[in-house]
């Protein structure tokens, strides 16, 4: 919906640049507008190919300029290219392409110096234009990358802390522990584990824990219980904390007993690694339970 109200717009935008420019050689024609539009038409896919449309925007630009069609600013039919290839990171390209439009009346000076007040009435609004839009762009990309850091920090924060004690954290509420009289936890190990895992990569053994864990998060989530935290290939879940749940011990026992089931599933699926190793036979008999 963004990307279709901004390809509206700039059809907008160009059409009544084109129509109120000078003339420079002819009056508009239906190719002229065509033209236009079709740099605003790129605007729809500019987030998934934004160096693509950066550089189709500038060269049917170029193009249009070539057919001695009525002058416009470049920034405004390279607006939403240009900042979209920059809050991408393609500073380079986007750079290159505002100094090659912003530039290309002092080649004209260059090859006639007599045109100098000519040519800084032309360059110097382009140039102001093509500077506000890099600098929209990399107003967009700061924001962004914000985005992403928060996101980042608060899904770290996330994986050490419930979600009701981290908001109070963020908060900064002076206290941030509370008092639960009665909760069931359940610890989770997997036994000769370490022995087993030394006879394949390590990252393959990050995967095989990772897919483990995934799905015991799941289960912990099915029956309202609170993951508190892993350590190796150990995992720790508990029952009545942080929100209280009355049926907690019954919980957190049948999720011992699917884990049981979880752990003899993910044993049937072993599979031959290239090197002719095997991922470790997880069998359910080295999972232990406990309540506290």
Same mark, same amino acid.
């Not at 699917?258 to 993910?266: Q, S």
């Given at each position: 919906?963004?990307?279709?109200?901004?390809?509206?717009? +700039?059809?907008? !935008?160009?059409?009544?640049?084109?129509?109120? %420019?000078? *003339? @420079?050689? &002819?009056?508009?024609?239906? =190719?002229?507008?065509?033209?236009?539009?079709?740099?605003?038409?790129?605007?729809?896919?500019?987030?998934?190919?934004?160096?693509?449309?950066?550089?189709?925007?500038?060269?049917?630009?170029?193009?249009?300029?070539?057919?001695?069609?009525?002058?416009?600013?470049?920034?405004?039919?390279?607006?939403?290219?240009?900042?979209?290839?920059?809050?991408?990171?393609?500073?380079?390209?986007?750079?290159?392409?505002?100094?090659?439009?912003?530039?290309?009346?002092?080649?004209?000076?260059?090859?006639?110096?007599?045109?100098?007040?000519?040519?800084?009435?032309?360059?110097?609004?382009?140039?102001?234009?093509?500077?506000?839009?890099?600098? +929209?762009?990399? !107003?967009?990309?700061?924001?962004?990358?914000? %985005?992403? *850091? @928060?996101? &980042?920090?608060?899904?770290? =924060?996330?994986?050490?802390?419930?979600?009701?004690?981290?908001?109070?954290?963020?908060?900064?509420?002076?206290?941030?522990?509370?008092?639960?009289?009665?909760?069931?936890?359940?610890?989770?190990?997997?036994?000769?584990?370490?022995?087993?895992?030394?006879?394949?990569?390590?990252?393959?053994?990050?995967?095989?824990?990772?897919?483990?864990?995934?799905?015991?998060?799941?289960?912990?989530?099915?029956?309202?219980?609170?993951?508190?935290?892993?350590?190796?290939?150990?995992?720790?879940?508990?029952?009545?904390?942080?929100?209280?749940?009355?049926?907690?011990?019954?919980?957190?026992?049948?999720?011992?007993?699917?884990?049981?089931?979880?752990?003899?599933?993910?044993?049937?699926?072993?599979?031959?690694?290239?090197?002719?190793?095997?991922?470790?036979?997880?069998?359910?008999?080295?999972?232990?339970?406990?309540?506290?």
């Amino acid at each position: 919906m963004v990307d279709a109200c901004l390809a509206v717009g +700039l059809t907008v !935008a160009i059409t009544v640049a084109i129509s109120v %420019a000078p *003339e @420079q050689g &002819r009056p508009p024609d239906a =190719l002229t507008y065509a033209m236009g539009w079709a740099i605003a038409a790129l605007a729809l896919v500019r987030r998934r190919w934004p160096l693509a449309v950066l550089l189709a925007s500038a060269v049917t630009l170029q193009v249009y300029n070539q057919f001695d069609n009525p002058g416009i600013f470049a920034a405004v039919p390279l607006s939403v290219a240009l900042a979209t290839a920059w809050a991408a990171g393609h500073r380079g390209w986007s750079l290159l392409v505002a100094a090659w439009f912003g530039g290309i009346p002092l080649v004209y000076w260059a090859t006639d110096p007599a045109r100098l007040s000519g040519v800084l009435n032309d360059s110097v609004p382009n140039v102001a234009l093509l500077a506000a839009v890099l600098l +929209l762009g990399e !107003a967009v990309r700061s924001r962004r990358a914000l %985005a992403l *850091e @928060q996101e &980042r920090s608060e899904r770290l =924060l996330l994986n050490v802390l419930p979600a009701t004690v981290a908001a109070r954290l963020k908060q900064r509420q002076d206290v941030i522990a509370d008092g639960f009289p009665d909760v069931t936890v359940l610890f989770a190990d997997l036994v000769d584990f370490t022995r087993r895992s030394e006879r394949i990569a390590p990252e393959q053994v990050v995967q095989v824990l990772n897919d483990l864990f995934s799905a015991f998060d799941q289960l912990a989530e099915r029956q309202g219980l609170e993951k508190i935290k892993t350590v190796g290939d150990a995992y720790m879940v508990a029952g009545g904390l942080p929100d209280p749940l009355p049926d907690h011990a019954r919980a957190v026992a049948e999720m011992a007993l699917a884990i049981r089931d979880e752990v003899a599933r993910h044993a049937d699926r072993v599979v031959r690694l290239r090197s002719g190793s095997l991922v470790p036979d997880l069998s359910p008999d080295p999972v232990r339970r406990g309540r506290a």
